[in-house]
């Protein structure tokens, strides 16, 4: 366990109580965000070029703010920064962000120098995060990098090498209902390293998953030990940057990063029971999955769409993720068999439910009742909702189609939500969403699904694959646990 002391030192830095911005101007960002939170009456712009911004006072230097300041954002010029920093120990500010870039990850020799100094300045003085990062985004205590993302409270906790990486996960993440504790952005990483953020975020009661993008580390066995505590004790998700050669060049040139072969990576994920994914798509829809969805008991999945054509493709893609697509049991097929009666209709899984989808004549109950039924089935561990053909839809039920709509995913809501919390099943929701094969009225239809799904909490996929993929890191996080 962290020392009191230790989690002590980073809830200060999660949750300053006045905080500074040197370097602030019309247009940047980090004074700009933090005007929008909590923190504006406890927020103080320097800048010796202003004498107001924003509409409050804009000091020439640190040292003549009254008071204390626990958390600074540095934004000046690269060569500025040891005299800034060294104004920061003085005024003895606890944390310094350095979002200045322009120090070790240029190659230049004089930048390594500057940036030793930088680390000398700041040992065993202050807490460094940076340079060359965003730094912390924290929804409680009002701590935010990029103006009008800031979400709700979640339990997501965020650690990237990237200050971009973490500002689109942020950002598209809100888009996605993903709710986030803690995002952090360390870059070259010459004090706080992932492994300190690491620790931190492993007994952290606000967050529960983790997600890690990192291109290289300066101690192998530090973050093992890390991610090994994290892993026991909540779900951590790994993406590597830098598994091609190329790409570890551009590592090197981006955070200064010493990124290492991907054997080499890949044997450490797993060895720490990390699981890693392939791209920033994965780790963002694992991450969502894990963060709303009860994990599955076991490999078993059905999958509910209304195309013969597509349950072909959707069971490749279950069998290639490494989950099952096992036959009904002889009991959920004769009560499913008396919803749909109909010549030419089978009952398999997957199940194609369109007779049910459009209530054609001759169907029995409702998509619910479906659902329902196969919750019961005990070969059935997961079940994904496939839906789609809006465009059908409309062709079908003309003016009337939105009431139609509107009441049918009601009904799917209702039995989603039974499955779940009555049977204990994962659920997964895909709808399509595509910007580029629908028009404006499919979309608009597709996203009315979307968000009645969301509100209920249930993860929302825009495709198939990705949906499969992230029921796939759900079982693979289920099957580490039983058994580590």
Same mark, same amino acid.
């Given at each position: 366990?962290?020392?009191?002391?230790?989690?002590?030192?980073?809830?200060?830095?999660?949750?300053?109580?006045?905080?500074?911005?040197? &370097?602030?101007?019309?247009?940047?960002?980090?004074?700009?965000?933090?005007?929008?939170?909590?923190?504006?009456?406890?927020?103080?712009?320097?800048?010796?070029?202003?004498?107001?911004?924003?509409?409050?006072?804009?000091?020439?230097?640190?040292?003549?703010?009254?008071?204390?300041?626990?958390?600074?954002?540095?934004?000046?010029?690269?060569?500025?920064?040891?005299?800034?920093?060294?104004?920061?120990?003085?005024?003895?500010?606890?944390?310094?962000?350095?979002?200045?870039?322009?120090?070790?990850?240029?190659?230049?020799?004089?930048?390594?120098?500057?940036?030793?100094?930088?680390?000398?300045?700041?040992?065993?003085?202050?807490?460094?995060?940076?340079?060359?990062?965003?730094?912390?985004?924290?929804?409680?205590?009002?701590?935010?990098?990029?103006?009008?993302?800031?979400?709700?409270?979640?339990?997501?906790?965020?650690?990237?090498?990237?200050?971009?990486?973490?500002?689109?996960?942020?950002?598209?993440?809100?888009?996605?209902?993903?709710?986030?504790?803690?995002?952090?952005?360390?870059?070259?990483?010459?004090?706080?390293?992932?492994?300190?953020?690491?620790?931190?975020?492993?007994?952290?009661?606000?967050?529960?998953?983790?997600?890690?993008?990192?291109?290289?580390?300066?101690?192998?066995?530090?973050?093992?030990?890390?991610?090994?505590?994290?892993?026991?004790?909540?779900?951590?998700?790994?993406?590597?940057?830098?598994?091609?050669?190329?790409?570890?060049?551009?590592?090197?040139?981006?955070?200064?990063?010493?990124?290492?072969?991907?054997?080499?990576?890949?044997?450490?994920?797993?060895?720490?029971?990390?699981?890693?994914?392939?791209?920033?798509?994965?780790?963002?829809?694992?991450?969502?999955?894990?963060?709303?969805?009860?994990?599955?008991?076991?490999?078993?999945?059905?999958?509910?769409?209304?195309? &013969?054509?597509?349950?072909?493709?959707?069971?490749?893609?279950?069998?290639?993720?490494?989950?099952?697509?096992?036959?009904?049991?002889?009991?959920?097929?004769?009560?499913?068999?008396?919803?749909?009666?109909?010549?030419?209709?089978?009952?398999?899984?997957?199940?194609?439910?369109?007779?049910?989808?459009?209530?054609?004549?001759?169907?029995?109950?409702?998509?619910?009742?479906?659902?329902?039924?196969?919750?019961?089935?005990?070969?059935?561990?997961?079940?994904?909702?496939?839906?789609?053909?809006?465009?059908?839809?409309?062709?079908?039920?003309?003016?009337?189609?939105?009431?139609?709509?509107?009441?049918?995913?009601?009904?799917?809501?209702?039995?989603?939500?039974?499955?779940?919390?009555?049977?204990?099943?994962?659920?997964?929701?895909?709808?399509?969403?595509?910007?580029?094969?629908?028009?404006?009225?499919?979309?608009?239809?597709?996203?009315?699904?979307?968000?009645?799904?969301?509100?209920?909490?249930?993860?929302?996929?825009?495709?198939?694959?990705?949906?499969?993929?992230?029921?796939?890191?759900?079982?693979?996080?289920?099957?580490?646990?039983?058994?580590?």
């Amino acid at each position: 366990m962290l020392k009191v002391e230790r989690l002590r030192k980073f809830e200060h830095i999660f949750n300053p109580r006045t905080v500074a911005v040197i &370097g602030a101007s019309d247009n940047d960002g980090f004074s700009q965000a933090l005007m929008g939170t909590k923190l504006r009456d406890s927020l103080f712009l320097v800048n010796p070029k202003y004498k107001e911004l924003r509409g409050k006072r804009c000091y020439a230097s640190i040292l003549d703010i009254e008071g204390s300041i626990d958390y600074v954002v540095i934004a000046v010029p690269a060569l500025l920064v040891p005299r800034v920093l060294a104004e920061c120990i003085e005024k003895g500010v606890k944390t310094v962000h350095v979002f200045t870039a322009g120090f070790s990850e240029t190659g230049a020799e004089e930048r390594k120098i500057l940036e030793d100094e930088v680390q000398k300045i700041a040992r065993g003085k202050v807490n460094l995060i940076g340079p060359n990062c965003m730094g912390i985004c924290c929804p409680k205590s009002g701590l935010s990098f990029t103006p009008d993302v800031l979400t709700e409270e979640g339990p997501v906790g965020v650690i990237s090498q990237s200050g971009t990486f973490a500002e689109q996960f942020l950002s598209i993440g809100r888009l996605r209902n993903v709710k986030f504790s803690k995002v952090i952005s360390y870059g070259n990483a010459i004090d706080l390293d992932c492994p300190d953020f690491l620790e931190y975020l492993a007994h952290d009661p606000e967050t529960a998953v983790i997600a890690l993008y990192m291109e290289g580390t300066k101690n192998g066995e530090r973050l093992k030990a890390a991610m090994t505590e994290a892993a026991r004790l909540k779900p951590v998700l790994a993406l590597k940057g830098g598994v091609t050669e190329h790409g570890r060049r551009a590592a090197s040139s981006h955070t200064g990063s010493l990124a290492g072969s991907p054997e080499v990576w890949s044997s450490l994920f797993k060895q720490a029971g990390v699981i890693q994914v392939e791209d920033f798509d994965e780790l963002l829809d694992t991450t969502l999955a894990l963060s709303c969805a009860p994990p599955p008991s076991g490999k078993g999945t059905t999958i509910i769409t209304n195309s &013969g054509g597509f349950s072909v493709l959707e069971t490749d893609l279950c069998i290639k993720a490494g989950l099952e697509v096992p036959q009904f049991t002889k009991e959920t097929i004769t009560e499913l068999r008396k919803m749909v009666p109909l010549a030419g209709t089978s009952i398999n899984n997957p199940l194609d439910a369109w007779p049910i989808y459009y209530n054609t004549p001759g169907t029995r109950g409702t998509l619910a009742d479906a659902i329902k039924i196969l919750s019961h089935d005990n070969k059935i561990n997961s079940i994904v909702l496939h839906f789609d053909e809006v465009r059908y839809l409309r062709h079908m039920f003309g003016e009337a189609t939105e009431n139609f709509l509107k009441e049918l995913i009601e009904i799917m809501v209702q039995g989603c939500k039974y499955a779940r919390d009555e049977m204990g099943k994962t659920v997964i929701i895909c709808v399509a969403l595509d910007a580029y094969s629908e028009d404006e009225e499919d979309r608009r239809y597709h996203f009315l699904a979307k968000r009645v799904f969301e509100n209920e909490r249930f993860p929302v996929y825009s495709s198939l694959g990705a949906s499969i993929k992230a029921l796939s890191n759900l079982y693979r996080y289920k099957a580490r646990c039983y058994n580590s």
